[in-house]
């Protein structure tokens, strides 16, 4: 993928282009990963790890020109190609649409991809816009382009890491209840996944700065608040989160599936 050309152009084949150098790479050269939700905060920091170890990084979204600053950011910042390609996750037609703009071998696959539906009022018809929406941009974002792909994951050697939520191991709401489906499903796919060596855990974070997720909310004294919740003193970071994706990425990690690792400096203990 080195040199390739980056562009966002939907109609051209460029992302294409620039990910097609590295399908056919030895198993023991450059993985090839795909981060969704990588243009911004955790994803973005997951895309960087990767793409400073040296590895062909796709990073998947739906906002085209956030996608194409990161994607021109990170390749200069590593000196190798990062690839935008720009998808709405919960939409299948939109991934059936991708599908061929994608690598045809993928070594991990990182689902990072999601948001938190906006309150929308009072009433059954308002719950259900709440509830639909979250599990469309929070499963459904991960569930469709996996199942899409899956057999493009390298046997031996292929990972397949969801990020998820504290939420979805202690309560909240219509979110959690998203997250906490992500954890189900990936029991399942690593049972389906795991005779071809491929091996799929979960990523839960807790309070995370520097992301889009909370807004204005995340204020100095809520930081504070939800710092002294912690064993550590402070709030995550998207490096945080990153770290622990790259180790369970790596080949150190082979032996580790259908898990779910807490990354939240305790204040939720492991169980």
Not at 9 to 37: K, L, Y
Not at 128 to 137: S, T
């Amino acid at each position: 993928m080195a040199g390739a050309v980056v562009e966002v152009d939907g109609e051209s084949s460029t992302a294409a282009e620039a990910v097609s150098p590295s399908h056919d790479r030895a198993p023991d050269g450059p993985r090839t990963v795909v981060v969704t939700g990588g243009g911004t905060g955790i994803g973005r920091a997951i895309a960087g790890r990767f793409a400073a170890a040296g590895d062909d990084v796709v990073i998947v979204g739906r906002r085209r020109e956030v996608l194409a600053s990161a994607a021109a950011e990170l390749t200069a910042a590593h000196g190798r190609a990062v690839a935008p390609v720009v998808c709405d996750l919960a939409d299948p037609d939109d991934v059936e649409t991708v599908l061929g703009r994608l690598p045809h071998r993928i070594d991990v696959l990182v689902n990072n991809a999601g948001s938190r539906e906006a309150a929308a009022g009072p009433g059954p018809h308002a719950v259900l816009a709440r509830w639909r929406g979250d599990f469309e941009r929070n499963v459904l974002t991960a569930v469709l382009l996996t199942e899409s792909v899956r057999d493009r994951l390298t046997p031996e050697r292929g990972r397949v890491i969801t990020v998820t939520s504290l939420a979805a191991l202690r309560g909240g709401g219509s979110y959690g209840a998203s997250k906490a489906a992500l954890h189900a499903w990936n029991h399942s796919l690593a049972a389906q996944l795991g005779p071809q060596g491929v091996t799929c855990n979960i990523v839960a974070p807790g309070t995370v700065a520097g992301t889009e997720f909370f807004g204005s909310r995340l204020n100095e004294a809520e930081l504070t608040r939800r710092a002294g919740r912690t064993l550590v003193g402070r709030v995550g970071r998207p490096a945080d989160v990153a770290a622990a994706v790259v180790f369970l990425a790596s080949p150190e990690a082979g032996f580790v599936t259908g898990e779910i690792l807490q990354c939240n400096g305790g204040e939720l203990l492991g169980r």
